[in-house]
């Protein structure tokens, strides 16, 4: 198949290109480079199944050749404000990517007839009164609030996927994704999985906003893209979760992360950074992942946070 991949330089984006040419796939990807890193796809520079274009998704895209599928990846996604790579600083960019980028993005797959894949979130459930969260869950979100230009821009690109589907037949599919941790997230990303990391190889006290109390879950990015791929070579239209259904707070994280790298400086609470805006609890039901998909992630927690420190430890030397 011939594979178009927006956000292709980010974290999520380069790993799906990795997967679509190993298995057998011709890939283009494109990313105009806010916050991903061309560095993420130097495995594939010389490889012929793979190209790359520098070019903001919210400008008119041009594919010279025919695409059968296409995954909307691009976007700014920490949602932490003290990075320059979180979206409370590229707010602007952040909307146009969630709207003018799908809007884009699914052109191309219209006039291909081509499957089209968005990566939605579970910040669309926003600060949710429902644990676990299901598909039929249709969110606490504030729209004017500081996280409302990543969730509402999700929540809009949605609805835009599914007109295309309903007015247009395009062929659509929804992936709700749960926090993802792995190789390739930047160092100064601002999402708690690097923060912790770094802090505790620098043998620095983790820093937790709040009262860390507020629980995730994290899926190792191997077992998101086995999913992603699933997803993409099913014929499912309507939104599915894909995520790591095990609950932990922030400061049980802490410990874990603390104890697996011999940190001893402890933690350090500081006032939520979203305060009264933060989810305080995030959790997915895959019940329809496990049933459609034939998925459930296979990784460990502490099977993947080893081989993401042991990506770090490469990153801060």
């Known amino acids: 198949m011939e594979i178009l991949v927006s956000g292709a330089a980010g974290f999520l984006g380069s790993h799906l290109c990795d997967r679509f040419v190993s298995d057998g796939h011709t ?22 199944n793979f190209s790359f274009v520098e ?16 995954l909307h990846f691009a ?22 990517a969630g709207a ?13 007839k081509a499957r089209f894949l968005l990566a939605s979130t579970s910040e669309i459930y926003g600060d949710p009164k ?13 729209p004017v609030g500081p996280r409302a230009v990543y969730d509402e821009a999700k929540r ?29 997230m930047r160092v100064d990303d601002g999402r708690v999985v690097p923060n912790f990391i770094i802090q505790a190889l620098k043998k620095e006290p983790l820093t937790i906003y709040g009262d860390g109390n507020q629980t995730r879950s994290f899926c ?5 893209i086995e999913g992603i791929s699933r997803l993409l070579f099913s014929k499912e239209h309507d939104p599915i979760n894909i995520g ?11 410990e874990m992360i603390n104890k697996i790298t011999g940190n001893k400086a402890g933690v350090i609470h500081k006032e939520g950074m979203f305060v009264g805006h933060d989810p305080q609890r995030r959790s997915p039901d895959i019940s329809k992942a496990k049933a459609k998909l034939g998925w459930n992630p296979k990784v460990s927690f502490e099977d993947g946070l080893a081989i993401t420190i042991d990506y770090f430890k490469t990153k801060i030397n």
């Open 130 to 142: 429902e644990h676990p969260q299901t598909e039929k869950y249709w969110g606490n979100v504030d």
């Open 100 to 112: 003018l980028g799908t809007h884009n993005i699914l052109g191309v797959a219209k006039a291909n």
């Open 27 to 48: 890939v283009t990807g494109i990313d105009d480079l806010i916050t991903g890193n061309k560095d993420n796809l130097l495995q594939l520079a010389k490889n012929p």
């Open 156 to 184: 809009f690109a949605e609805s835009l996927t599914m007109a295309y589907h309903r007015f247009h037949q395009v062929n659509t599919c929804i992936a709700r994704i749960f926090n993802t941790y792995g190789p390739r």
């Open 220 to 224: 190792f990015v191997d077992d998101l």
């Open 244 to 254: 790591n259904p095990v609950e932990i707070s922030i400061n049980q994280f802490a």
């Open 75 to 96: 976007s700014p996604a920490s949602p932490n404000p003290t990075s320059p790579y979180g979206y409370p600083n590229l707010p602007i960019q952040t909307m146009k």
């Open 55 to 70: 070019q903001d998704v919210s400008d008119y895209i041009f594919i010279p050749h025919k695409v059968d599928a296409c």
